[in-house]
Structure formats: C-alpha cells, structure tokens
C-alpha cells in the first residue's frame, strides 16, 4: 500500500468504522507484524500465497463473527511464544531491575533514576550493568529491544 502501511490502516478503519471487519492479506509473516495487526483491530490474517478455498473460508469466519489466521501466522507467533518462554527461563530479571529498565525505557537519566528510587548512581549504574549483561545487550537501545521482543513491559 502506497501511502500507508496495513497496521495504520487497520487502526484508521476501526477508528472510523468500528463494525467492518479487517482481513489482512500480506506477504509479512514475522511475528512481531502479527502481533501489530492483531492489535490493530484485525479480525484475520492470510499470506498472499493462499488458496481460493482458504480465502473464502476466512471471510465467512469473519464474517460470522469468528477470526481466522493462516497457518504460517499462526505458526510464527507461537514460534516467537516459545522462544519467548525459553528467553524467560534462561533470564531472571528482578524486580528492582525492572523498575530500572522502566525508567531507562521513560528516558529517565542515571541521576533521575536514583532519585526517584531513592538509591545512588552507582547503584544504578550496576542494574544497568547487570540487565545489558542478562540480556546479552551491547547497548541501551539493545536492552529496550529486548524488552520490548520479550515482553518484559506488556504495555509497550
């Protein structure tokens, strides 16, 4: 699409015609663009590379009220769920940690940091140190990255 992209779009049509169900019909089967979608408002989710049949199926679910996603969407989200699962289990963040990564995610200085958690710099400087070490993260930006692939903050 030319002068938008299908999330946008999809944002844009629910925005303004809440009741018409949205059937994404894209080449994109990475995750992450799945996961846009689905939050967008869409009601499906089909690969170009699919047969009459599948399409026809798709709209009548849709339009009956149902979803419908195509099996390599479908199989690309729970890919993305199970190295979710296995990120998790290889790395414990704690809590104070997480407050840390939240501040770094609100742009939030070292100083601002401390102060609002009522701990010193160095203190500070140390959970960063120890998330961009957990996380395997060369660089701040890495670590945001991270935690937005991994859903440490849902909301982001």
């Known amino acids: 699409m030319p002068e938008m992209n299908g999330v946008d779009f999809t944002i844009a049509i629910q ?4 009741q018409v169900k949205v059937l994404a019909l894209t080449m994109i089967k990475d995750s992450q663009y799945v996961k846009q979608m689905l939050q967008a408002g869409a009601s499906g989710y089909l690969l170009k590379n699919a047969r009459e049949k599948e399409i026809k199926e798709a709209i009548k679910t849709i339009i009956s009220g149902g979803t419908y996603y195509a099996q390599e969407a479908t199989q690309a989200i729970m890919d993305f769920m199970s190295k979710k699962k296995q990120n998790h ?12 990564l939240r501040l770094i995610i ?22 960063k140190r120890n998330l961009l070490e957990k996380t395997n993260s060369k660089t701040l930006a890495g670590l945001v990255k991270y935690a937005i692939n991994n859903f440490i903050f849902e909301d982001l």
């Open 89 to 100: 289990e290889l790395v414990s963040i704690s809590t104070r940690e997480k407050e840390v």
């Open 106 to 127: 609100d742009e939030l200085s070292n100083q601002e940091i401390a102060d609002k958690l009522f701990i010193s710099i160095r203190t500070v400087e140390a959970h």
């Open 15 to 18: 925005k303004h015609y809440p």
